[in-house]
């Protein structure tokens, strides 16, 4: 699959059918796969396309977009000049690419979305985990096993138990849309149980719900990955950083923290795809898909609507209507 | 504050300008008692009302939280209320899962001819309100 991926850019970069292809490469730290920007065809070789691919990378194609929109705006409109993104899509990157589409981020003649089907991609948290946290001096991905070498020695994993959990149940791992599709659609992933953690989760007491949220978000350092890659957060000017007002106080109050997630997490509303990136380069194992599936959950029950499945359809929040199914949350004195 | 004898349940009110703001006027002009703990902010329409507006009064200090407009096909500016009530019926759900009490967060339609329901709102959201005592959850204290 790796070859034809690897032609199919060579050809779309030589033909100048795109500008740029967004892809993975083999990543400096072992077992880990980064994002890459093709542009000479010759470089088109590095691309892969594995089990260890994580970001979506609808991020990187909004970000090179935007910045050459920015970048020419001094220009007469005439003179400005499209760059069309070539991308390795899977799933839930296609989804987040319908979602930038329907918010009018930018045009379908400026992206190529070349798809892939997935299987799921190993969370590096897990993989850690299972060689006891040591340093990971070496591994290879053959088949469905992962051989990992670390300073005690080599050990065989199984591919499937190291899977992140939002691809474990994720409904959509084949392309919702692309330009041209590479390898055989993937087999379904286990999609039944999709909201049982949620479901679970709001069946506790209320102050559980509580603590574990207040417990959460203790942890989080406000560093913003999960915002930063996130590919449906692409405001120009955050609200964590606006000052006037300033909606976020910057200091270590529990509170703030709070509030800027809840908030962070409430943007995604009718937005989250579940590709699992935030909750991937999160660096103190927050865990934010308890809260972000709950969003996708109700969006569904209440509006019938998920996010990016459909080029045709709206985000929840840009649709309304008369008569709404959920009336009974309107309080009645 | 926190001693409960003396304690005040403290509401801010979000009301649209064109119905709930008028219906509230009514209220005062038809001489219909209400109690005085809800602190009214006016906004032009209530979908206006940034769903972070609430989050934000409940840091700040609130007890609970109450968001009118016009009833759905009233809206001055036809649809801003339709909008608006996706946003509250999910921030409502969403600040339940996460452990807030319902009740802190009130959403309803009062018109401007509607100064008895005004009224009627008020009491029931103070009551509410007072039922579940002072908040304590995402309180910024100072
Ligand atoms: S919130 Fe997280 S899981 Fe959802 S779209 Fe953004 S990065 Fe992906
Ligand atoms: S990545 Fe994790 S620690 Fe950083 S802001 Fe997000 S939740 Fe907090
Ligand atoms: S003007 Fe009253 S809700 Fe829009």
Not at chain 1, 52 to 62: E, F, G, R, T, W
Not at chain 1, 180 to 191: F, L, Q, V, W
Not at chain 1, 213 to 236: L, V
Not at chain 2, 84 to 110: C, H, P, Q
Request: glycine residues 6%; positive net charge.
């Amino acid at each position: 699959m790796e070859s034809i991926l690897r032609k199919t850019a060579k050809e779309l970069l030589e033909g100048k059918k795109v500008d740029v292809v967004v892809g993975y490469t083999q990543g400096s730290v072992p077992l880990t796969m980064s994002p890459v920007f093709i542009t000479n065809p010759d470089d088109a070789e590095r691309l892969v396309f594995n089990a260890l691919c994580s970001q979506n990378l609808a991020k990187y194609v909004h970000d090179v977009i935007s910045q050459n929109r920015a970048a020419q705006k001094r220009l007469k409109p005439e003179e400005r000049k499209k760059k069309v993104v070539g991308v390795v899509a899977r799933g839930c990157t296609t989804r987040s690419l319908v979602l930038n589409l329907q918010e009018k981020q930018y045009t379908r003649d400026e992206i190529f979305i070349i798809g892939v089907p997935c299987a799921g991609y190993v969370d590096q948290k897990k993989l850690s985990a299972a060689v006891g946290g040591t340093e990971i001096l070496d591994g290879s991905l053959t088949g469905g096993k992962v051989t990992v070498k670390t300073p005690a020695g080599e050990k065989s994993l199984v591919l499937a138990e190291l899977l992140a959990d939002n691809c474990l149940v994720c409904a959509y791992n084949n392309p919702i849309i692309s330009d041209i599709t590479i390898g055989e659609p993937a087999k379904p992933m286990n999609s039944a149980n999709e909201f049982k953690k949620v479901e679970d989760f709001a069946a506790l007491p209320l102050e559980e719900r509580w603590s574990y949220f207040a417990k959460e978000m203790e942890k989080c350092i406000r560093c913003c990955a999960c915002r930063n890659i996130c590919p449906s957060c692409y405001c120009p000017e955050c609200f964590a950083e606006q000052s006037m007002p300033q909606w976020v106080g910057v200091g270590a109050d529990a509170t703030d923290t709070q509030v800027f997630q809840l908030m962070r997490l409430f943007h995604m509303a009718g937005r989250c795809v579940d590709c699992g990136s935030c909750v991937s380069v999160c660096p103190m194992g927050v865990d934010l898909r308890m809260f972000l599936k709950k969003l996708d959950k109700d969006a569904l029950d209440l509006f019938d609507a998920r996010t990016g499945i459909n080029e045709k359809d709206l985000p929840a929040f840009s649709v309304f209507k008369e008569r709404e199914k959920n009336e009974e949350f309107l309080f009645e004195p | 504050m926190e001693n409960n004898a003396e304690w005040e349940p403290k509401i801010v009110a979000i009301v649209c300008n064109w119905c709930t703001y008028a219906g509230a006027d009514l209220a005062g002009i038809s001489r219909i008692q209400y109690p005085p703990n809800a602190r009214i902010i006016r906004v032009p329409c209530t979908g206006r009302i940034n769903p972070f507006f609430v989050v934000k009064a409940l840091q700040e200090g609130a007890d609970g939280v109450l968001v009118s407009g016009c009833h759905p096909g009233e809206c001055h500016y036809i649809s801003g209320n339709l909008s608006a009530r996706r946003k509250f019926a999910m921030l409502k759900s969403f600040l339940n899962y996460i452990g807030i009490e319902s009740d802190r967060a009130l959403f309803t339609w009062v018109s401007a001819s509607e100064g008895e329901r005004f009224a009627k709102v008020i009491k029931g959201a103070t009551e509410k309100v007072r039922a579940l005592g002072p908040a304590q959850k995402l309180v910024k204290k100072i």
